[in-house]
């Protein structure tokens, strides 16, 4: 059990919610702790986490779910440098752009990184801390036939490639010309809106056609450069390991 002094950080590494907290801790000067959690565990884990969701942030006997909700808190434990703007429009949108990275781009990401030429990649992202055996096969066997089952429900998987893959184009257009004068999303300071739909970027950039389409768009780029400056211990690493 944590005092309240100490943070612990249960995370799957590679999720970009949990991109999104390190990133923020990381910005606000925060000490914390990870723990990786396995694929495998999950379910025994139902005290941490009850919808079996992470990451989850451990905190004087709490544990917080959901990544919005760890923000919050961190807002309360070092309200400085801050996420949230303190212009009330700013902060509305603040709030959009977040949810929308959670709820939307999230799905592109999950459902282009489950076609056939990207699955390899995000498994060896899932399985980082698990070791190799008889439970890791198995489960590098069915994460791929129910990963189209999630998307197909939500609704994007339904789509062709082709279709989906133009429609998000259309999207990091729109990122790309709201900071193509050098600046935030939404404020003339980074926000959680930036670190949010960046958290989104670093992983479609696993799939080949989220990263073709990243390469095309420089403003894009160079904001994506200017978020990780402010928010990563060590320079963002998206090559394929051979």
Do not use: C
Request: charged share 25%; no cysteine.
């Amino acid at each position: 059990m944590t005092d309240q002094h100490t943070l612990v950080l249960w995370q799957y590494a590679i999720s970009p919610f949990s991109d999104k907290v390190r990133r923020v801790m990381h910005l606000k000067g925060l000490s914390y702790t990870v723990r990786e959690v396995k694929i495998s565990e999950t379910g025994r884990l139902k005290k941490v986490s009850p919808t079996g969701k992470f990451p989850v942030l451990e905190t004087a006997g709490r544990f917080i779910v959901d990544s919005t909700d760890i923000l919050d808190h961190l807002e309360t434990l070092a309200p400085s440098p801050g996420t949230m703007p303190q212009e009330p429009r700013e902060a509305a949108l603040a709030v959009i752009f977040e949810d929308w990275a959670d709820e939307s781009l999230y799905f592109y990401d999950l459902t282009m990184r489950a076609w056939p030429q990207n699955i390899d990649w995000l498994l060896d992202d899932l399985f980082v801390a698990e070791a190799k055996g008889m439970k890791q096969s198995v489960l590098r066997f069915l994460i791929p036939k129910a990963l189209p089952k999630t998307t197909k429900a939500q609704g994007l998987g339904r789509k062709a490639p082709e279709k989906l893959s133009a429609e998000l184009q259309v999207l990091f257009e729109g990122l790309n010309t709201l900071v193509s004068d050098g600046g935030w999303l939404v404020s003339t300071q980074m926000s959680r809106a930036d670190i949010a739909v960046r958290a989104m970027t670093y992983v479609i950039n696993r799939a080949i056609e989220g990263r073709a389409i990243l390469d095309q768009l420089p403003h894009l780029r160079a904001w994506e450069t200017k978020v990780d400056a402010l928010t990563l211990a060590e320079p963002a690493n998206n090559t394929r390991p051979s």
